[in-house]
Protein backbone atom coordinates (compact mmCIF):
# COMPACT_ATOMS: atom_id res chain seq x y z
CA UNK A 1 0.00 0.00 0.00
CA UNK A 2 2.76 2.58 0.72
CA UNK A 3 4.32 1.70 -2.43
CA UNK A 4 1.70 2.99 -4.40
CA UNK A 5 0.98 5.53 -2.32
CA UNK A 6 4.10 6.72 -2.99
CA UNK A 7 3.46 6.20 -7.04
CA UNK A 8 -0.03 8.28 -6.95
CA UNK A 9 2.67 11.11 -5.27
CA UNK A 10 4.85 10.67 -7.43
CA UNK A 11 2.49 10.50 -10.89
CA UNK A 12 0.51 13.76 -9.13
CA UNK A 13 3.77 16.12 -9.37
CA UNK A 14 4.92 18.29 -12.52
CA UNK A 15 7.90 17.32 -14.60
CA UNK A 16 8.06 21.14 -15.57
CA UNK A 17 7.03 22.84 -12.33
CA UNK A 18 9.64 20.48 -10.07
CA UNK A 19 13.34 21.67 -11.44
CA UNK A 20 11.49 24.98 -12.46
CA UNK A 21 10.73 25.41 -8.77
CA UNK A 22 14.25 24.24 -8.15
CA UNK A 23 15.62 26.99 -9.93
CA UNK A 24 13.43 29.52 -8.52
CA UNK A 25 14.47 28.60 -5.14
CA UNK A 26 18.45 28.71 -6.36
CA UNK A 27 18.02 32.13 -7.47
CA UNK A 28 15.95 33.27 -4.29
CA UNK A 29 19.37 31.87 -1.79
CA UNK A 30 21.43 34.60 -3.80
CA UNK A 31 22.13 37.45 -1.87
CA UNK A 32 19.73 41.08 -2.17
CA UNK A 33 20.79 44.13 -0.11
CA UNK A 34 19.89 43.13 3.20
CA UNK A 35 21.24 39.91 5.07
CA UNK A 36 18.72 38.12 5.75
CA UNK A 37 18.37 35.32 8.94
CA UNK A 38 17.55 31.61 8.33
CA UNK A 39 14.50 31.65 8.96
CA UNK A 40 13.52 34.50 6.84
CA UNK A 41 15.76 33.00 4.17
CA UNK A 42 13.88 29.73 4.63
CA UNK A 43 10.36 31.50 4.13
CA UNK A 44 11.59 33.41 0.60
CA UNK A 45 12.87 30.29 -0.39
CA UNK A 46 9.74 27.78 0.29
CA UNK A 47 7.28 30.73 -1.61
CA UNK A 48 10.10 30.57 -4.85
CA UNK A 49 9.49 27.00 -5.06
CA UNK A 50 6.35 27.35 -4.83
CA UNK A 51 6.10 29.86 -7.36
CA UNK A 52 8.14 28.32 -9.50
CA UNK A 53 6.18 24.66 -9.17
CA UNK A 54 3.20 26.48 -9.87
CA UNK A 55 4.33 28.20 -13.43
CA UNK A 56 5.61 24.79 -13.96
CA UNK A 57 2.04 23.50 -13.40
CA UNK A 58 -0.26 25.66 -15.68
CA UNK A 59 3.03 24.69 -18.21
CA UNK A 60 2.05 21.49 -18.21
CA UNK A 61 -1.77 22.07 -17.90
CA UNK A 62 -1.38 24.10 -21.20
CA UNK A 63 0.70 21.60 -22.88
CA UNK A 64 -2.35 19.00 -21.87
CA UNK A 65 -4.54 21.62 -23.18
CA UNK A 66 -3.48 21.80 -26.68
CA UNK A 67 -3.64 17.78 -26.86
CA UNK A 68 0.28 17.66 -27.36
CA UNK A 69 1.79 14.51 -27.04
CA UNK A 70 2.40 13.52 -22.91
CA UNK A 71 4.67 9.86 -21.96
CA UNK A 72 2.67 7.10 -21.24
CA UNK A 73 2.42 5.51 -17.61
CA UNK A 74 5.85 3.59 -17.69
CA UNK A 75 7.87 6.65 -18.95
CA UNK A 76 6.01 9.13 -17.16
CA UNK A 77 7.09 7.28 -13.70
CA UNK A 78 10.85 7.07 -15.36
CA UNK A 79 10.81 11.07 -16.13
CA UNK A 80 8.94 12.23 -12.30
CA UNK A 81 12.07 10.22 -10.69
CA UNK A 82 14.51 11.91 -13.43
CA UNK A 83 12.66 15.64 -12.90
CA UNK A 84 12.78 14.78 -9.13
CA UNK A 85 16.68 14.10 -9.13
CA UNK A 86 17.16 17.42 -11.20
CA UNK A 87 15.34 19.48 -8.64
CA UNK A 88 17.72 17.63 -5.32
CA UNK A 89 20.60 18.78 -7.48
CA UNK A 90 20.13 22.09 -8.03
CA UNK A 91 18.81 22.93 -4.70
CA UNK A 92 21.60 20.69 -3.20
CA UNK A 93 24.15 23.20 -4.97
CA UNK A 94 22.01 26.30 -4.16
CA UNK A 95 22.33 25.42 -0.28
CA UNK A 96 25.78 24.46 -0.22
CA UNK A 97 26.36 27.96 -1.92
CA UNK A 98 24.15 29.91 0.26
CA UNK A 99 26.33 30.60 3.04
CA UNK A 100 29.19 32.06 1.06
CA UNK A 101 26.37 34.01 -0.64
CA UNK A 102 24.51 35.42 2.84
CA UNK A 103 28.39 36.26 3.81
CA UNK A 104 29.19 38.09 0.97
CA UNK A 105 26.63 40.86 1.91
CA UNK A 106 27.65 40.64 6.04
CA UNK A 107 31.14 41.31 5.11
CA UNK A 108 30.19 44.43 3.67
CA UNK A 109 28.02 45.73 6.18
CA UNK A 110 30.58 44.26 9.13
CA UNK A 111 28.28 41.51 10.60
CA UNK A 112 29.77 38.08 11.48
CA UNK A 113 29.12 35.53 8.93
CA UNK A 114 26.52 32.88 9.40
CA UNK A 115 26.54 29.30 11.18
CA UNK A 116 27.90 26.62 9.90
CA UNK A 117 24.68 25.17 10.26
CA UNK A 118 22.70 27.72 7.93
CA UNK A 119 22.11 25.82 4.79
CA UNK A 120 20.48 22.75 6.74
CA UNK A 121 18.27 25.39 8.47
CA UNK A 122 17.44 27.37 5.76
CA UNK A 123 16.26 23.95 3.49
CA UNK A 124 14.17 22.38 5.89
CA UNK A 125 12.63 25.81 6.36
CA UNK A 126 11.71 25.70 2.62
CA UNK A 127 10.64 22.41 2.48
CA UNK A 128 8.29 23.30 5.24
CA UNK A 129 6.75 26.40 3.88
CA UNK A 130 6.30 24.97 0.49
CA UNK A 131 4.75 21.63 2.01
CA UNK A 132 2.09 24.17 3.75
CA UNK A 133 1.02 26.40 0.29
CA UNK A 134 1.09 23.10 -1.91
CA UNK A 135 -1.38 21.77 0.82
CA UNK A 136 -2.90 25.19 0.50
CA UNK A 137 -3.21 25.31 -3.59
CA UNK A 138 -4.62 21.29 -3.49
CA UNK A 139 -7.15 22.38 -0.83
CA UNK A 140 -7.85 25.73 -3.62
CA UNK A 141 -8.35 22.90 -6.34
CA UNK A 142 -10.40 21.05 -4.66
CA UNK A 143 -12.87 23.29 -4.08
CA UNK A 144 -12.50 24.54 -8.07
CA UNK A 145 -13.60 21.21 -8.85
CA UNK A 146 -16.19 21.23 -6.39
CA UNK A 147 -17.72 24.13 -7.98
CA UNK A 148 -17.00 22.91 -11.36
CA UNK A 149 -19.01 19.73 -11.03
CA UNK A 150 -21.99 21.89 -9.13
CA UNK A 151 -22.64 24.10 -12.10
CA UNK A 152 -21.31 21.52 -14.25
CA UNK A 153 -25.32 20.20 -14.28
CA UNK A 154 -26.90 23.91 -15.44
CA UNK A 155 -23.97 24.75 -17.62
CA UNK A 156 -21.40 23.75 -20.07
CA UNK A 157 -18.12 21.78 -18.84
CA UNK A 158 -15.54 24.66 -19.93
CA UNK A 159 -17.92 27.56 -18.64
CA UNK A 160 -18.39 25.62 -15.28
CA UNK A 161 -14.24 25.41 -14.63
CA UNK A 162 -14.21 28.64 -15.26
CA UNK A 163 -17.13 29.55 -12.77
CA UNK A 164 -15.54 26.92 -10.36
CA UNK A 165 -12.05 28.57 -10.13
CA UNK A 166 -13.95 32.17 -9.82
CA UNK A 167 -15.51 31.10 -6.81
CA UNK A 168 -12.66 29.13 -5.38
CA UNK A 169 -11.09 32.67 -5.83
CA UNK A 170 -13.26 34.62 -4.28
CA UNK A 171 -14.01 32.35 -1.25
CA UNK A 172 -10.12 32.57 -0.51
CA UNK A 173 -10.13 36.40 -0.85
CA UNK A 174 -12.99 36.24 1.50
CA UNK A 175 -11.17 34.51 3.28
CA UNK A 176 -7.79 36.10 3.33
CA UNK A 177 -9.20 39.59 3.59
CA UNK A 178 -12.20 39.30 5.31
CA UNK A 179 -11.31 37.33 8.12
CA UNK A 180 -7.71 37.64 8.05
CA UNK A 181 -5.98 40.67 6.96
CA UNK A 182 -8.46 42.73 8.65
CA UNK A 183 -8.70 41.08 11.34
CA UNK A 184 -4.81 41.49 12.34
CA UNK A 185 -4.60 45.02 10.71
CA UNK A 186 -7.37 45.72 13.52
CA UNK A 187 -5.52 43.57 16.61
CA UNK A 188 -2.30 46.11 14.99
CA UNK A 189 -4.35 49.00 15.68
CA UNK A 190 -5.43 48.65 19.16
CA UNK A 191 -1.97 47.13 20.01
CA UNK A 192 -0.13 50.40 18.54
CA UNK A 193 -2.83 52.66 19.83
CA UNK A 194 -2.16 51.37 23.16
CA UNK A 195 1.29 51.33 22.66
CA UNK A 196 1.29 55.12 21.71
CA UNK A 197 -0.87 56.30 24.30
CA UNK A 198 1.49 54.70 27.55
CA UNK A 199 3.27 57.18 29.43
CA UNK A 200 6.39 55.44 30.09
CA UNK A 201 7.67 55.98 33.82
CA UNK A 202 11.85 56.92 32.93
CA UNK A 203 10.37 59.86 30.24
CA UNK A 204 9.58 62.96 32.99
CA UNK A 205 7.41 65.50 31.94
CA UNK A 206 9.66 68.75 31.36
CA UNK A 207 9.66 71.55 33.91
CA UNK A 208 11.14 74.34 32.24
CA UNK A 209 8.26 76.64 30.98
CA UNK A 210 10.18 76.91 27.76
CA UNK A 211 9.60 73.33 27.08
CA UNK A 212 6.61 71.58 25.27
CA UNK A 213 4.46 69.90 27.24
CA UNK A 214 5.59 71.63 30.52
CA UNK A 215 2.72 73.05 32.99
CA UNK A 216 2.87 75.98 30.91
CA UNK A 217 2.95 74.65 27.48
CA UNK A 218 -0.19 75.35 25.11
CA UNK A 219 0.29 71.35 24.22
CA UNK A 220 -1.15 68.87 27.05
CA UNK A 221 1.41 66.25 27.75
CA UNK A 222 -0.62 63.35 27.98
CA UNK A 223 -1.77 63.82 24.89
CA UNK A 224 1.83 64.48 22.69
CA UNK A 225 2.06 60.51 22.40
CA UNK A 226 4.73 58.26 23.33
CA UNK A 227 7.09 58.79 20.58
CA UNK A 228 6.30 62.46 21.03
CA UNK A 229 7.22 62.47 24.84
CA UNK A 230 10.40 61.33 24.29
CA UNK A 231 11.55 63.42 22.14
CA UNK A 232 10.74 66.59 23.20
CA UNK A 233 11.98 65.23 26.73
CA UNK A 234 15.19 63.95 25.28
CA UNK A 235 18.27 65.48 22.83
CA UNK A 236 21.17 67.57 24.28
CA UNK A 237 20.82 70.42 26.60
CA UNK A 238 22.72 73.71 26.02
CA UNK A 239 25.02 72.86 28.74
CA UNK A 240 25.84 69.39 27.04
CA UNK A 241 26.54 71.85 23.62
CA UNK A 242 28.20 74.23 24.92
CA UNK A 243 30.95 71.88 26.58
CA UNK A 244 31.51 70.03 23.59
CA UNK A 245 31.99 73.40 21.85
CA UNK A 246 33.85 75.18 24.42
CA UNK A 247 31.51 78.14 24.13
CA UNK A 248 28.19 79.55 25.26
CA UNK A 249 25.61 77.52 23.23
CA UNK A 250 21.33 77.82 23.32
CA UNK A 251 18.82 75.16 24.82
CA UNK A 252 17.40 73.91 21.41
CA UNK A 253 13.70 74.38 20.98
CA UNK A 254 11.70 71.20 20.25
CA UNK A 255 7.97 71.46 19.64
CA UNK A 256 5.97 68.39 18.91
CA UNK A 257 1.93 67.66 18.43
CA UNK A 258 1.01 64.28 18.79
CA UNK A 259 -2.55 62.87 17.27
CA UNK A 260 -4.63 63.45 19.90
CA UNK A 261 -3.58 66.73 20.85
CA UNK A 262 -6.36 68.35 18.25
CA UNK A 263 -8.68 66.86 16.28
CA UNK A 264 -7.02 67.12 12.36
CA UNK A 265 -4.61 68.29 10.82
CA UNK A 266 -4.98 71.68 10.45
CA UNK A 267 -5.77 71.95 14.20
CA UNK A 268 -2.65 70.01 14.93
CA UNK A 269 -0.65 72.88 12.61
CA UNK A 270 -2.04 75.66 14.60
CA UNK A 271 -1.63 74.03 17.92
CA UNK A 272 1.95 74.03 16.62
CA UNK A 273 2.47 77.04 15.44
CA UNK A 274 0.96 78.47 18.28
CA UNK A 275 3.77 77.21 20.30
CA UNK A 276 5.91 77.84 18.03
CA UNK A 277 5.42 81.47 18.71
CA UNK A 278 5.38 81.01 22.75
CA UNK A 279 8.97 79.87 23.00
CA UNK A 280 10.16 81.88 21.02
CA UNK A 281 11.12 79.97 17.94
CA UNK A 282 10.85 82.25 14.99
CA UNK A 283 13.49 84.23 17.27
CA UNK A 284 16.02 81.75 16.04
CA UNK A 285 18.76 81.32 13.51
CA UNK A 286 16.92 78.00 12.05
CA UNK A 287 13.41 76.73 11.99
CA UNK A 288 13.03 72.87 10.54
CA UNK A 289 9.74 71.47 9.95
CA UNK A 290 9.86 67.95 10.37
CA UNK A 291 7.56 65.41 8.75
CA UNK A 292 7.96 62.60 11.51
CA UNK A 293 7.49 58.41 10.03
CA UNK A 294 4.49 56.61 10.37
CA UNK A 295 4.57 56.26 13.98
CA UNK A 296 5.41 59.85 14.58
CA UNK A 297 9.16 58.79 15.52
CA UNK A 298 11.27 61.19 14.97
CA UNK A 299 15.00 60.43 14.24
CA UNK A 300 17.55 61.70 17.24
CA UNK A 301 20.57 59.99 15.00
CA UNK A 302 19.35 63.12 12.47
CA UNK A 303 17.79 66.17 15.25
CA UNK A 304 20.41 65.78 17.90
CA UNK A 305 23.54 66.91 14.97
CA UNK A 306 22.06 69.69 13.81
CA UNK A 307 21.50 71.32 17.16
CA UNK A 308 25.20 70.77 17.84
CA UNK A 309 26.41 72.22 14.21
CA UNK A 310 24.12 75.27 15.26
CA UNK A 311 25.17 75.90 18.65
CA UNK A 312 21.54 75.09 19.96
CA UNK A 313 20.20 78.08 17.74
CA UNK A 314 17.33 76.01 16.33
CA UNK A 315 14.15 75.19 16.55
CA UNK A 316 12.56 71.62 15.14
CA UNK A 317 8.79 71.37 15.01
CA UNK A 318 6.76 68.31 14.46
CA UNK A 319 3.17 67.15 14.59
CA UNK A 320 1.97 63.19 14.26
CA UNK A 321 -0.69 62.06 11.78
CA UNK A 322 -0.36 58.21 12.82
CA UNK A 323 0.61 55.77 15.33
CA UNK A 324 0.64 52.78 12.95
CA UNK A 325 3.91 52.07 11.03
CA UNK A 326 4.98 53.06 7.87
CA UNK A 327 3.98 50.41 5.45
CA UNK A 328 0.63 50.54 7.47
CA UNK A 329 0.33 53.67 7.63
CA UNK A 330 0.19 53.82 4.00
CA UNK A 331 -1.86 50.64 3.52
CA UNK A 332 -4.73 52.10 5.64
CA UNK A 333 -4.25 56.06 5.53
CA UNK A 334 -2.64 56.96 2.20
CA UNK A 335 -1.91 60.32 2.31
CA UNK A 336 -2.15 61.14 5.38
CA UNK A 337 1.35 62.15 6.16
CA UNK A 338 1.11 64.39 2.87
CA UNK A 339 -1.77 65.83 4.43
CA UNK A 340 -0.25 66.82 7.82
CA UNK A 341 2.95 67.78 6.79
CA UNK A 342 0.92 70.31 3.82
CA UNK A 343 -0.86 71.35 6.91
CA UNK A 344 1.95 71.83 9.32
CA UNK A 345 3.99 73.73 6.53
CA UNK A 346 1.46 76.07 5.10
CA UNK A 347 1.11 77.30 8.64
CA UNK A 348 4.59 77.47 9.53
CA UNK A 349 5.15 79.17 6.25
CA UNK A 350 2.51 81.74 6.19
CA UNK A 351 3.88 83.51 9.17
CA UNK A 352 7.36 83.31 8.30
CA UNK A 353 6.66 85.06 5.49
CA UNK A 354 5.19 87.77 7.60
CA UNK A 355 8.41 88.86 9.62
CA UNK A 356 11.02 90.71 8.38
CA UNK A 357 13.75 88.64 5.87
CA UNK A 358 16.79 90.22 8.35
CA UNK A 359 14.40 89.40 11.39
CA UNK A 360 13.30 85.84 10.88
CA UNK A 361 15.22 82.45 10.88
CA UNK A 362 16.54 80.26 8.22
CA UNK A 363 13.58 77.90 7.01
CA UNK A 364 14.13 74.08 6.06
CA UNK A 365 12.22 70.78 6.05
CA UNK A 366 13.71 67.60 6.91
CA UNK A 367 12.07 63.95 6.75
CA UNK A 368 13.00 59.99 7.12
CA UNK A 369 11.47 57.27 5.16
CA UNK A 370 7.46 58.15 4.88
CA UNK A 371 8.38 61.71 6.13
CA UNK A 372 10.73 62.18 3.35
CA UNK A 373 7.83 60.82 0.92
CA UNK A 374 5.30 63.39 2.91
CA UNK A 375 8.00 66.07 3.33
CA UNK A 376 8.78 67.09 -0.22
CA UNK A 377 4.88 66.71 -1.34
CA UNK A 378 4.53 68.83 1.46
CA UNK A 379 5.95 72.04 -0.70
CA UNK A 380 4.33 73.39 -3.91
CA UNK A 381 6.77 75.27 -6.20
CA UNK A 382 4.19 78.40 -7.48
CA UNK A 383 3.37 78.59 -3.30
CA UNK A 384 6.94 79.53 -2.42
CA UNK A 385 8.84 80.86 -5.83
CA UNK A 386 8.74 84.18 -4.38
CA UNK A 387 10.10 83.59 -1.18
CA UNK A 388 11.28 79.89 -0.69
CA UNK A 389 12.25 78.28 2.09
CA UNK A 390 16.88 77.89 2.31
CA UNK A 391 16.97 74.33 1.84
CA UNK A 392 15.88 70.62 2.61
CA UNK A 393 17.24 67.25 3.77
CA UNK A 394 15.22 64.32 2.65
CA UNK A 395 16.85 60.83 4.21
CA UNK A 396 16.08 57.59 2.72
CA UNK A 397 13.32 58.65 0.65
CA UNK A 398 10.35 55.78 -0.51
CA UNK A 399 10.65 54.49 -3.88
CA UNK A 400 7.08 56.12 -4.67
CA UNK A 401 8.49 59.51 -3.56
CA UNK A 402 7.93 61.97 -6.70
CA UNK A 403 10.10 64.24 -6.45
CA UNK A 404 13.56 61.95 -5.95
CA UNK A 405 12.05 59.80 -8.43
CA UNK A 406 11.84 62.56 -11.11
CA UNK A 407 15.65 63.64 -10.39
CA UNK A 408 17.01 60.05 -10.34
CA UNK A 409 15.29 59.72 -14.08
CA UNK A 410 16.69 62.77 -14.94
CA UNK A 411 20.22 62.74 -13.89
CA UNK A 412 23.16 63.41 -15.32
CA UNK A 413 24.42 60.80 -17.70
CA UNK A 414 27.59 57.93 -16.19
CA UNK A 415 26.20 58.73 -12.86
CA UNK A 416 24.42 55.68 -11.03
CA UNK A 417 21.12 55.58 -10.01
CA UNK A 418 22.47 54.39 -6.38
CA UNK A 419 24.44 58.42 -6.19
CA UNK A 420 22.93 60.43 -9.43
CA UNK A 421 24.12 64.09 -10.12
CA UNK A 422 21.37 66.36 -10.94
CA UNK A 423 22.37 69.32 -13.54
CA UNK A 424 24.95 71.33 -12.14
CA UNK A 425 24.75 70.69 -8.60
CA UNK A 426 23.49 74.07 -7.47
CA UNK A 427 19.96 72.91 -6.09
CA UNK A 428 20.07 69.48 -5.83
CA UNK A 429 22.93 67.21 -4.39
CA UNK A 430 22.45 63.62 -3.57
CA UNK A 431 24.78 61.37 -0.97
CA UNK A 432 25.69 58.28 1.11
CA UNK A 433 28.18 56.41 3.60
CA UNK A 434 30.98 58.21 1.05
CA UNK A 435 30.40 61.85 1.56
CA UNK A 436 29.51 62.80 -2.04
CA UNK A 437 27.94 66.58 -1.31
CA UNK A 438 31.45 68.59 -2.41
CA UNK A 439 31.35 68.12 -6.15
CA UNK A 440 34.24 70.21 -7.67
CA UNK A 441 33.11 73.10 -9.74
CA UNK A 442 29.70 73.10 -8.39
CA UNK A 443 28.09 76.30 -6.32
CA UNK A 444 25.47 76.13 -4.18
CA UNK A 445 22.49 78.41 -4.86
CA UNK A 446 19.64 80.25 -2.54
CA UNK A 447 18.09 76.85 -1.94
CA UNK A 448 19.73 73.67 -0.83
CA UNK A 449 18.22 70.48 -1.69
CA UNK A 450 19.90 66.97 -0.19
CA UNK A 451 19.09 63.17 -0.53
CA UNK A 452 20.56 60.85 2.00
CA UNK A 453 20.53 57.02 0.52
CA UNK A 454 22.20 54.01 1.11
CA UNK A 455 22.63 51.96 -1.80
CA UNK A 456 21.54 48.80 0.62
CA UNK A 457 18.52 50.68 1.28
CA UNK A 458 15.34 48.65 -0.25
CA UNK A 459 12.95 51.09 1.27
CA UNK A 460 14.36 53.39 -1.80
CA UNK A 461 15.04 50.94 -4.06
CA UNK A 462 12.63 48.38 -4.15
CA UNK A 463 10.74 48.83 -7.60
CA UNK A 464 7.53 46.89 -9.18
CA UNK A 465 9.72 46.37 -12.24
CA UNK A 466 12.13 44.10 -10.96
CA UNK A 467 9.50 41.52 -11.52
CA UNK A 468 10.25 42.21 -14.94
CA UNK A 469 13.30 44.09 -15.47
CA UNK A 470 17.06 44.63 -14.06
CA UNK A 471 16.93 48.01 -12.42
CA UNK A 472 19.35 50.31 -12.71
CA UNK A 473 21.20 50.62 -9.26
CA UNK A 474 21.86 46.50 -10.15
CA UNK A 475 24.23 47.21 -12.81
CA UNK A 476 27.97 48.26 -12.13
CA UNK A 477 29.66 50.35 -10.82
CA UNK A 478 27.69 49.18 -7.61
CA UNK A 479 27.32 50.95 -4.42
CA UNK A 480 30.17 50.27 -1.65
CA UNK A 481 27.63 48.17 0.53
CA UNK A 482 26.20 45.88 -2.42
CA UNK A 483 26.77 42.35 -2.99
CA UNK A 484 29.14 41.62 -5.83
CA UNK A 485 27.24 38.23 -5.51
CA UNK A 486 23.73 39.82 -6.37
CA UNK A 487 21.68 38.94 -9.65
CA UNK A 488 19.18 39.51 -11.22
CA UNK A 489 16.28 37.03 -11.75
CA UNK A 490 12.76 37.51 -13.09
CA UNK A 491 9.97 37.01 -10.54
CA UNK A 492 12.65 35.75 -7.92
CA UNK A 493 13.90 39.26 -7.25
CA UNK A 494 10.75 40.92 -6.99
CA UNK A 495 10.62 38.61 -3.87
CA UNK A 496 13.91 39.30 -2.51
CA UNK A 497 13.66 43.06 -2.39
CA UNK A 498 10.22 42.86 -1.39
CA UNK A 499 11.26 40.65 1.79
CA UNK A 500 13.94 43.21 2.10
CA UNK A 501 12.42 46.39 2.49
CA UNK A 502 9.86 44.19 5.45
CA UNK A 503 13.66 44.03 6.96
CA UNK A 504 15.80 46.84 6.13
CA UNK A 505 16.28 47.95 9.85
CA UNK A 506 17.62 44.52 10.83
CA UNK A 507 21.56 45.55 10.02
CA UNK A 508 23.98 47.40 11.54
CA UNK A 509 23.58 51.40 11.58
CA UNK A 510 24.57 53.07 8.61
CA UNK A 511 23.04 50.53 5.97
CA UNK A 512 19.61 49.54 4.81
CA UNK A 513 17.58 52.05 6.01
CA UNK A 514 19.14 52.62 9.26
CA UNK A 515 20.93 55.67 8.89
CA UNK A 516 23.79 57.12 10.93
CA UNK A 517 24.58 60.06 12.71
CA UNK A 518 28.00 60.87 10.79
CA UNK A 519 26.08 60.72 7.85
CA UNK A 520 23.39 62.80 8.78
CA UNK A 521 26.15 65.41 9.57
CA UNK A 522 27.32 65.48 6.04
CA UNK A 523 23.73 66.62 4.86
CA UNK A 524 23.07 68.91 7.59
CA UNK A 525 26.33 70.79 7.12
CA UNK A 526 25.81 70.98 3.37
CA UNK A 527 21.80 72.11 3.67
CA UNK A 528 22.68 74.83 7.03
CA UNK A 529 25.99 75.81 6.11
CA UNK A 530 27.29 76.29 9.95
CA UNK A 531 29.47 78.57 10.79
CA UNK A 532 32.35 78.14 12.86
CA UNK A 533 33.01 74.53 12.06
CA UNK A 534 36.40 72.82 10.10
CA UNK A 535 37.49 69.57 9.23
CA UNK A 536 38.72 68.55 12.55
CA UNK A 537 35.28 69.60 14.49
CA UNK A 538 33.18 68.29 12.35
CA UNK A 539 35.36 64.68 12.84
CA UNK A 540 35.16 65.28 16.64
CA UNK A 541 31.68 66.04 16.15
CA UNK A 542 31.43 62.54 13.88
CA UNK A 543 33.46 60.83 16.59
CA UNK A 544 31.25 62.15 19.60
CA UNK A 545 28.07 60.86 17.94
CA UNK A 546 29.66 57.39 16.84
CA UNK A 547 30.44 56.55 20.78
CA UNK A 548 27.18 58.17 21.77
CA UNK A 549 24.96 55.60 19.24
CA UNK A 550 27.54 52.72 19.92
CA UNK A 551 27.31 52.82 23.86
CA UNK A 552 23.20 52.90 23.57
CA UNK A 553 23.01 50.02 21.08
CA UNK A 554 25.30 48.13 23.41
CA UNK A 555 23.10 48.86 26.62
CA UNK A 556 20.16 47.35 24.82
Do not use: C
Not at 15 to 33: D, H
Not at 48 to 59: E, H, M
Not at 139 to 165: E, N, Q
Not at 492 to 507: E, K, P
Amino acid sequence: MPYFRMGALLRSLSLIGLPLGAIFLAASLTPSLIPRSYLMQGALAGVSLALGYAIGTRIDALWRYLELPVPGPRWGFRLTWASLGVAAAIVLAALWKSAAWQNSIRELMGMPPVETIHPLEVGLVALAVFAVLLVIWRFFRMLAGYFDRWTGRFVPGRVARIIGVAAAGALFVLILDGLLLRSLLGMADEAMRIRDSLIEPDVARPEAPERTGSAASLVDWAGMGRTGRDYVSSGPTAAEISAFLGRPALEPIRVYVGLNSAEDAEARADLALRELERVGAFERSALIVVVPTGTGWMDSAGTDPVEYLLGGDVATVAIQYSYLTSPMSLLVEPGIGIEAGRALFRAVYRHWTELPRDERPKLYLNGLSLGAYSSEQSVRLHEVIADPPQGALWVGPPFPSPVWRAAVRDRNPGTPEWLPRFGDGSILRFTNQENALDIPGAEWGPIRLVYLQYPSDPITFFSPESFYREPDWMKAPRGPDVSPDLMWFPGVSFLQLLLDTAIGLNVPMGHGHLFAPEHYIDGWQAVVAPEGWDAEGIERLKAHFREKFAAEAAEG
